[in-house]
């Protein structure tokens, strides 16, 4: 077996594993050796991982929080073990994505081949775009934008984002369709 379907494989069993541990020191244990694993890409990686997840952990554990609190028990074993999981499936997630190259470990199937050649090519069109945005938004003030501006481009983009992704979406099921990819 290929060195990167080898590696596909563990990463998806490990996906599983992760997820039926409910030990907070051994999900901590095993943080502490995928960061070993890493080696000199741990610091950049947890700081990816840290700023991916930050957002949807805090709102999660803020509102896991209030509910605890409103119905009077404890919250913090499950909130450690929610948040250690997120980080270690996240950072996981990353050392697979930066050692494993996912077009030789999927060559085994044109069709997922294919499907991934499709993402790939669309996170790279969203990339440019994003990229434009930003610099459209800088090229359009003289000095710093405020921060109501930011808001006001981050939501412009979002809902081209979004109007995008959905005309992609259609586009490639019709595409799909035509090629017998959804045979009723």
Known sequence: MKRDRLLLVLYLAALVAVTLVHDPLALALGLLGLLLLAGRSAPRLLHRSLRVILVFNLAVSLGYALLAHLRGFSPWETLLLLNLRVLFLT???FLFISRVNLFSALDFSPTLSWLLALAYSQALSFQRAHADFRLALASRCLERPRLIDRY????????????RALATARDSALALRARGFFDA
């Not at 006001?152 to 109007?163: I, V």
């Open 91 to 93: 950072l996981l997630t």
């Open 152 to 163: 006001r481009a981050s939501a412009a983009a979002a809902a081209w984002f979004m109007d």
